[in-house]
């Protein structure tokens, strides 16, 4: 007999994984979340101090989850001084705090940089994603290959369900982007290639350096040195420079992505990216004389992050659909994060992005502490999830999100429960001052730990 937690996995590939209502999964959805307890309590560390800390012993609903769901700072927690001093043994002490499986030790004498540390790590069967660190210290998160497996079938199900595209390998692939090259990110890249890519037809990547993860955590370790004054005039200096080439190559990148996409206009695109690259480019492509009328009628576009804090003019998604000839029910967009294995596309109808059965959705109070109440319509609040397919990790996370929520069905005919398409960082409300109420003592136990 399958338990509820297979029985919700299991409608990855289900065709009518969103048509399922609030009121049908949320019995499924409390079990499972008991067995993921139960199973992970006394493997991951800091899981079981919350839930001694709690007083918690069972799941029987998602109210009694709330006190377990991680903060989304807790992947910051660890001491800046373990990446400026290169102390990889202790950065590895730390990840094993929030790891459902035992890290073991691996030489770190020899290593010349972060880099080479998570390499050795993945060969253990460790990956280790960071984020892009856009409010502050970037986060550093664990995956199992468990969880890599997951990524390459959600991530194809989720495009086609939210663009109606579906996997014919008859696309010209043009990546306009700078992504971390960290693995969740590679294999998703990966499978959409292998999924919606025409195998003849060479893939367009924007030519400029993979942003590793090394390159994001020396800007960290940068801005440490500057904020405490350690930093040398020649250090700064080469970071000053360093930006300037690097914004230099970015804009020969874009030249050069814009006239790639005007070569290959006759083809049919999967065109990706984030808003700023893909709003500059099609300025670009304008620019050069060409527009919606230049390019293949069946288009469609995969958008992957939000404007990251840049600014752009208010009808900018036009401005991009316009520029690429992209049909409005070929226009993919995503709600996800780092610290979630699965996505949740926005349809076509509704503007609204729908949540997946596996993916448990929690609305809370700004303090991120309790869970608003709500069995029927829409709530606003700070989100919280627990994505159940996470392998290598705990899957529930408190998000520096304020979302609205709502639990009718949709107008896209969807009965899942679906997040409207309003979504704000607190940060950003609050000036750069977003506080979670049990932040500060889950830091003070991993520091602890580690």
Known sequence: MSSA???????????????????????????ALGERFHERRERIKLLDHRATEASVTDIRDRADMVPLLFPHTVYKSYPESFLVNERWDRLGKWLSTV????????????????????????AAG?????SSGTTGKSAMLLASERDMDWSRIDTVNVFSWGSGVRPGRDRRMMGVAVTAAVPKNIIIGQAQEAAFGDPDKKRFRLPVPPLTVGALTSMVVLRKKIADGTALPEEIAQFERTSAERQQN????????????????ADKLYISG?????????KLV???GYSAKDFHPDNCLYVGGGLKRAQLPEDYQQFV?????????HDFQNYSMQELNSGMPKCRKGDRYHVPPWMVPFVLDETGETMLPHESGEIEGRAGFFDLSLDGRWGGVITGDKICLDLDPCACGAASPSIRNTIVRYADLTAGDDKIGCAGTVDAYVRGLA
């Open 5 to 31: 937690l297979d029985d919700l996995l299991g409608l990855v590939d289900a065709p009518d994984r969103f048509d399922h209502s609030h009121a049908d999964l949320r019995a499924k959805q409390a079990q």
């Open 99 to 122: 790891s459902p499986y035992p890290i073991t030790p691996i030489e770190t004498n020899d290593l010349g940089g972060i880099d080479e540390w998570i390499e050795r790590l993945q």
């Open 126 to 130: 460790h990956y280790v994603s960071c």
């Open 250 to 265: 970015l804009d020969d990148a874009l030249t050069s992505a814009a006239e790639a996409l005007i070569e290959h206009r």
């Open 274 to 282: 984030m808003w700023n690259a893909l709003y500059n480019t099609a």
């Open 286 to 288: 304008r620019e050069m």
């Open 321 to 329: 659909h316009e520029t690429f000839n992209i049909p409005a029910e």
